[in-house]
């Protein structure tokens, strides 16, 4: 039974833009932390961006303004809107939730 689905991957030119969905549907009561991890070929998992609650954020050092993480309790989703991406965020995107809880990944392939 699939807690987690991701959605938004693809591929977009440098500069371009996705957001990605990540929907909590069977998970209950929602975790606190949600959040998102990228894995590159050949690369260790990093931590993208998590939110804790509403108003407690961090990213990655690598996101330099470049990612916003939101969520919104009442759909049971976190998003990560990523704008001006690069060739090097190309990655597999985890969602994760809570300390139990992953996605299958999502592609994201940012090139030309």
């Known amino acids: 039974q699939v807690q987690l689905v991701e959605s938004g991957g693809g591929l977009v030119q440098p500069g371009g833009s996705l957001r990605l969905s990540c929907a909590a549907t069977?998970?209950?009561?929602?975790?606190?932390?949600m959040g998102w991890y990228r894995q590159a070929p050949g690369k260790e998992r990093e931590l993208v961006a998590r939110?804790?609650?509403?108003?407690?954020?961090t990213y990655g050092d690598f996101v330099k303004g470049r990612f916003t993480i939101s969520r919104s309790d009442a759909k049971s989703t976190v998003y990560l809107q990523m704008n001006n991406l690069r060739p090097e965020d190309t990655a597999i995107y985890y969602c994760?939730?809570?300390?139990?809880?992953w996605g299958q990944g999502t592609q994201v392939t940012v090139s030309s």
């Open positions: 939110i804790i609650g509403y108003g407690d954020k």
């Open positions: 994760y939730a809570g300390t139990s809880y």
């Open positions: 069977t998970i209950r009561p929602i975790p606190n932390t």
